[in-house]
């Protein structure tokens, strides 16, 4: 049974950062390629960050390019999504998932979701 367990949420205010983890279990996570997604209260799921199972390949949303990393480890089954110069428009509960393949901006190629995480940017 796969699990992804995402933490690191939580409230900053603008400007600050957050680092969020997902660890996951129940799969060959060395295979996986990860991505990082977010949903905002009455707005569509939208994609943030992906990275390769390698990790050798990472994409961003235009919207955070410069502001966002994505990163893994493979030894310890986690991938991470480092927050920086944090905009209240990232408010959003955070989700991390994994497929099989090659790493994708599209979350409906992804097979695998965790519960979310909420982060909330003050102004």
């Known amino acids: 049974q796969v699990q992804l367990v995402e933490s690191g949420g939580g409230l900053v205010q603008a400007g600050g950062s957050l680092r969020l983890s997902c660890a996951a279990s129940g799969l060959t996570f060395g295979s996986a390629a990860m991505g990082w997604f977010r949903q905002a209260p009455g707005k569509e799921r939208e994609s943030v960050a992906a990275?390769?199972?390698?990790?050798?390949?990472?994409y961003y949303a235009d919207s955070v390019k410069g502001r966002f990393t994505i990163s893994r480890d493979n030894a310890k089954n986690t991938v991470y999504l480092q927050m920086n110069s944090l905009k209240p428009e990232d408010t959003a509960i955070y989700y991390c998932?994994?497929?099989?393949?090659?790493?994708?901006?599209?979350?409906?190629?992804?097979?695998?979701w965790g519960q979310g995480t909420q982060v909330t940017v003050s102004s």
């Open positions: 990275i390769s199972s390698s990790g050798g390949f990472t």
């Open positions: 998932a994994a497929k099989i393949g090659r790493s994708s901006m599209s979350p409906t190629e992804y097979h695998y």
